[in-house]
């Protein structure tokens, strides 16, 4: 199922990305430009907000959704992106070419995703998972706001 989760996303990879700076949450669309197993990458400009709010406090949540499915993932983004990837995200997103001159004017970062909850509320019952990466470990069903683990 977690492979399931994993695919959705590559699928729908224009995801509300929520930060918080000041005690306020922060929110705006951000596309996933890579993704390797649970690691996504991102990319944005470093005289952005979002990139000072970033710094400051590195941890996110993103949500992807497409009709009656929807995947949550939370984590600590790093700006540890290694040239070949920063370079492939610009040599395969036609976006950036035509905004931006190099690779290398643009701040990349990434989102080992540490917890993801997929959603599907087409079938009844729906189908509710909860992955925690760190832990290993995956819970279903939904009381109130836990999963039960597997």
Not at 30 to 42: A, R, S
Not at 67 to 81: A, L
């Amino acid at each position: 199922m977690m492979q399931t989760a994993l695919d959705f996303l590559r699928r729908n990879n224009e995801v509300a990305f929520a930060t918080c700076a000041d005690n306020l949450p922060h929110i705006r669309v951000f596309q996933i430009m890579k993704q390797e197993g649970t690691t996504l990458y991102f990319a944005t400009l470093a005289t952005k907000a979002v990139y000072r709010e970033l710094q400051a406090n590195g941890h996110v949540e993103i949500l992807a959704m497409a009709g009656r499915i929807s995947v949550r993932c939370v984590g600590q983004v790093n700006f540890e992106v290694n040239e070949e990837v920063k370079q492939w995200i610009y040599d395969n997103n036609p976006v950036l070419p035509r905004l931006y001159t190099s690779y290398d004017k643009l701040a990349y970062f990434a989102l080992p995703i540490a917890t993801m909850d997929y959603y599907d509320l087409r079938p009844t019952p729906p189908i509710l998972r909860h992955f925690d990466l760190v832990a290993g470990t995956e819970g279903s069903g939904f009381v109130g706001e836990r999963f039960s683990k597997k």
